[in-house]
């Protein structure tokens, strides 16, 4: 069993920064691909983006650059670093461990999913 655990979600303004961090209280990434998604109010859960045990990176369109995703393997934290957010960005923002050692855009090919962190960006 893996238990993740988001922090770091707020309250900003449009053009504002926040960083959003994922660690484990039980269990371990492991090799495996993490990723980031995110759902807002009425909206299917979407992906964000992903990074696999190497660091290379996978984003969704809508990222546009904004976004940046790291990890720290040794200490099994995870990161989302948004920058110039706009307030279509609002949304419960989850991490969740893929299957396996590829970032996957399906959230079916992740097994373990953290309990999410709002982000709320008002205009």
């Known amino acids: 069993q893996v238990q993740l655990a988001e922090s770091g979600g707020g309250l900003v303004q449009a053009g504002d920064s926040l960083r959003l961090s994922c660690i484990t209280s039980?269990?371990?990434?492991?090799?495996?691909?993490m990723g980031w998604f995110r759902q807002a109010p009425g909206k299917e859960r979407k992906f964000v983006g992903g990074?696999?045990?190497?660091?290379?990176?996978t984003y969704a369109k809508f990222v546009k650059g904004r976004f940046i995703i790291s990890r720290d393997n040794a200490k099994n934290a995870l990161f989302l670093q948004m920058n110039t957010l706009k307030p279509e960005d609002t949304a419960v923002y989850y991490c969740?461990?893929?299957?396996?050692?590829?970032?996957?855009?399906?959230?079916?090919?992740?097994?373990?999913w953290g309990q999410g962190t709002q982000v709320t960006v008002s205009s």
């Open positions: 969740a461990r893929a299957t396996s050692s590829r970032v996957s855009t399906i959230e079916w090919d992740y097994d373990y």
């Open positions: 039980r269990g371990t990434f492991g090799r495996n691909a």
């Open positions: 990074i696999n045990w190497g660091g290379h990176n």
